[in-house]
């Protein structure tokens, strides 16, 4: 593995396999987003790729970028967000992360949350 990032295997849905989360990308969301300031938290990211609890299609660029959900890891209340953008195949990239109290709109859903 190389040392500028790490690679998350998911299987979640499957226009996304893999999501590269470079060191730059993390550094720029602690920047941003200043809630972001552990290394528990990086791996939460990671965490919310692997095992979201939801995952949706973006409005903006269906099809190229998707938003991973995790509602487990909270920041006051508020879901981590993971949207990520394909770069070739089935591969992607993190984009950024935050948290989001707000819903998303229904008709995004890709994978809910499936009980038991």
């Known amino acids: 593995?190389?040392?500028d990032y790490e690679d998350i295997e998911t299987g979640i849905v499957p226009q996304v396999t893999v999501v590269r989360f470079?060191?730059?990308?993390?550094?720029?969301?602690q920047d941003k987003h200043t809630e972001f300031i552990s290394t528990e938290q990086r791996i939460d990211i990671g965490n919310?790729?692997?095992f979201p609890t939801e995952v949706h299609s973006s409005r903006t660029a269906p099809g190229l970028s998707f938003v991973f959900v995790d509602r487990k890891s909270t920041h006051l209340g508020n879901a981590l967000v993971v949207p990520v953008r394909v770069v070739e195949n089935t591969s992607a990239r993190v984009q950024t992360a935050y948290y989001r109290g707000s819903p998303?709109?229904?008709d995004t859903l890709l994978w809910p949350v499936?009980?038991?």
């Open 48 to 50: 919310a790729v692997m």
């Open 1 to 3: 593995m190389d040392d």
């Open 22 to 29: 470079y060191n730059e990308t993390w550094q720029e969301i």
């Open 104 to 106: 998303f709109a229904p």
């Open 114 to 116: 499936k009980d038991g």
